[in-house]
């Protein structure tokens, strides 16, 4: 179906910046939406933000004004810049990739990649 790879994690001080980029392949065409959600240690993972087929952005109300996500179609890879960042933007992030296949709705994932906020 669709196949993600995420990279661009790390260790950051507050106030720091990363980019995480995820690159995809597979059924591309069959994409209606990609984002990036986040799992904190004992938290369910949460949407971060989200990208669609028009081009159309929606953002968790805590990121909002310091995370931009953005897609590369030429590169079939979207990106989360992230910028002041805050110890409680710890936690994995993964790529999440949703759309249609043969009439069904389908989800994929990435291996998720670590950010780590100190203070």
């Known amino acids: 179906q669709v196949q993600l790879v995420e990279s661009g994690g790390g260790l950051v001080q507050a106030g720091g910046s990363l980019r995480l980029s995820c690159a995809a392949s597979?059924?591309?065409?069959?994409?209606?939406?990609m984002g990036w959600y986040r799992q904190a240690p004992g938290k369910q993972r949460e949407l971060v933000a989200v990208?669609?087929?028009?081009?159309?952005?929606n953002y968790a109300d805590s990121v909002k004004g310091r995370f931009t996500i953005s897609r590369d179609n030429a590169k079939n890879t979207v990106y989360l810049q992230m910028n002041s960042l805050k110890p409680e933007d710890t936690a994995v992030y993964y790529c999440?990739?949703?759309?249609?296949?043969?009439?069904?709705?389908?989800?994929?994932w990435g291996q998720g990649t670590q950010v780590t906020v100190s203070s």
């Open positions: 999440n990739a949703a759309g249609i296949i043969g009439g069904f709705p389908f989800g994929s």
């Open positions: 597979g059924r591309l065409f069959s994409i209606n939406a």
């Open positions: 990208i669609n087929s028009g081009g159309s952005t």
